[in-house]
């Protein structure tokens, strides 16, 4: 694209140049906060002591047992479960909105979308404790449990997949549709077999940043969860996930049970990392998957 | 640039570090940290005697009793706030009791069981006791809630009725005293314990909770920490939180002051 650009002139070098400042600035600073969750955890992951997160049985510092394989197997339970529940009904809705809502219903139930992305995660976590909870005790006690995180992630990760979804499909060039129109395919097969497959890498990108949202969220799970560390056997298990643990203990921790909290958010990293890599190897073609 | 930019974020971070250590050293400034329990009263404390004592700021910040031992012994705080005894290795501090609190056990308003002996209690936490029909209750299985690792709350309950954090067979594990009392109070089989203080005033409040009545008494004192013998404005405030012209505050929060120990 540069080449068609007139020649640089001396204003758009020094934005250039401070652009690449802010850049340079914000790559920085990640690299700043692993060092420093780094720095912080050594103490318990120097030499073979890091062996200790992987084969203790359970989490109990005051004994000094770090095990942090049931949280690391609870956080992707719990994140991979909402991410499967909201997946379906976030690309359903903004198939809806962009396709078949008429403007008077779509407008609004759009922007009720956009307001469910604005609730801020204790809202949702206090609906959870009070609301779901007790109902999902009725069914199976104790009801904080890995069944009512997914539910209450699920609301949570939902509106980002279906904001993304749609920015995605609209982003299409009009000419798919017209193309597809032409040639009388129904609006079924022109969606299935054209539309949504055509925006296919933008999809998985937003449900890949829902991922990563469902990973980091915190307060709302850690008042659902239940919080016992133990690694998830079914729906109604009460679990720990790794931010929650996080939250839970690092006021009131000291010495080598603190480092052991460095150290969980620093797997939280090395998994969202994971994520991040995989999103940008998917979308490294055109924007929106259009090629 | 890069290197313009590395010192700019260097003189943040120094800046930044820099404030959470160097705080005044002054007479004119106190700053408390620790216990979530003592700090409401702490708080309460201090904006009485800064109207009495015009120019002194006294800054509370909680954290939990383990970080108020901690700063009370780096100096990153004048007084350290605790909700127990000071243990062995903390020995060489000096601990003030300003009052005390007890720890209850609740159970859902709902639940017709009255009283449990501490065996029962022991063997509801370890698990051998599932559900309320074992002790003369309904069918109805038992939700255990215990206190997150580092909790005072937690160290107390277990050194009371002599078990191991690993050996209790937990439903559901709670952060602070709020976050219990909503779990019980929408659970009609859970049981669980939080301190006296925060209980009763939810169970006043019309919350659906009711505390049981123990056998011994589960209570801890409230303490603040100096490194040193106290001197100066810590002084003052100390002796001024261990004054009879803050009972009311103490009564306020539920705790139980000083000149009634006994409870």
Known sequence: MSEFLSPPKNIDRWLGIGLSMLMGLVALLLILIVAFLASEAWPVIQGDSWARF???????????????????????????????????????????IEYYAPRVIGK???????????????????????????????????????LTAILVLTLMILPTISLTSRSALSSLPAHLLQNSAALALSKK??????????????????????????????????????????????????????????????????????????????????????????????????????? | MLSKSLTLLLTLYIVFAGTAVVHAKGNTRLVLTGSSTVAPLALEMAKRFEKSHPGVRIDVQT??????????????????????????SESDLFSHTIAFDGISIILNKSNPINSLSNVQIQNIYTGKIRNWYQVGGPKMPITVVNKAEGRSTLELFLHHFGLKNSNIKASVIIGDNQQGIKTVSGNPGAIGYVSVGAAEFEEGYGTPIKLLPMSSPLSRPLNLITKQAPDGLAKQFILFAQSSEVNDLIEEQYFVSLAAPSK
């Open chain 2, 63 to 88: 954290g939990g009793s383990s970080r108020g031992v901690v700063d009370a012994r780096t100096g990153r705080a004048d007084i350290g706030m605790a909700s127990r005894s000071l243990n062995q």
């Open chain 1, 54 to 96: 992987f084969n203790s049985d359970g989490w109990y510092p005051l004994e000094n047992k770090f095990g942090l394989l049931p949280m690391l197997w609870a956080t992707l339970a719990v994140s991979v479960g909402a991410v499967v529940l909201a997946f379906p009904l976030g690309l359903g809705s903004a198939i809806f």
């Open chain 1, 189 to 291: 097969s022109m969606i299935v077999g054209v539309l949504v497959p055509t925006a296919s890498k933008g999809i998985v990108g937003g449900v890949l940043l829902a991922l990563v949202r469902a990973l980091g969220e915190t307060m709302a799970v850690l008042m659902v969860a239940g919080n016992v560390v133990q690694t998830p056997s079914g729906l109604f298990d009460p679990v720990r996930v790794l931010t929650a643990n996080i939250a839970l203990e690092m006021a009131y921790a000291t010495g080598e049970h603190r480092a052991a909290l460095f150290a969980s958010g620093l797997l939280l990293m090395v998994l969202v990392i994971c994520v991040v890599w995989m999103t940008s190897r998917l979308s490294s073609g055109e924007v929106n998957g259009y090629d």
């Open chain 1, 108 to 146: 609004p139930f759009s922007s009720v979308v956009t307001l469910l992305a604005g609730v801020p995660s204790v809202v949702f976590g206090l609906w959870g404790l009070t609301e779901l909870v007790p109902l999902i005790n009725n069914v199976h006690p104790p009801g904080a449990s890995l």
